[in-house]
């Protein structure tokens, strides 16, 4: 891959995961969209919680999870991520806590990029 094409793709996205209970995830899908997000992928996981927390912010924690994963470009992460905790967050019935990470490097996120790749061969 060229350098300069690399340059280009770096850091322009963020990794947005959500925690959430199981069967909510078209919460979280609908929130993401509402938000300017363009789509994710939804993974089960098994969760345990501290007993203290579940007190503390009067909700069961339930063991069957499900994650979702929402590659978004850096300007939306902020605003989608914001809807997503109003929708399916914590103190809704997703209960969801929603956090983010950097994607530093990423090949075949932009299509526009691709297809100008391909092009220029």
Do not use: H, W
């Not at 609908?30 to 203290?52: E, L, V, W």
């Amino acid at each position: 891959m060229p350098e300069e094409v690399k340059k280009e793709v770096k850091s322009q996205y963020e990794l947005i995961i959500t925690i959430c209970n199981k069967g909510t995830t078209d919460l979280v899908m609908d929130a993401a969209r509402k938000a300017g997000g363009q789509g994710g992928t939804i993974t089960t996981a098994r969760g345990t919680g501290n007993p203290d927390f579940a007190k503390f912010y009067g909700v069961n924690i339930q063991p069957e999870k499900e994650i979702v994963f929402i590659v978004a470009k850096k300007n939306l992460k902020d605003k989608i991520m914001k809807q997503i905790y109003d929708d399916a967050g914590l103190l809704t019935k997703g209960t969801g806590i929603v956090f983010s990470m950097p994607i530093t490097d990423a090949i075949g996120l932009d299509p526009i990029l691709v297809n100008k790749e391909q092009k220029d061969k």
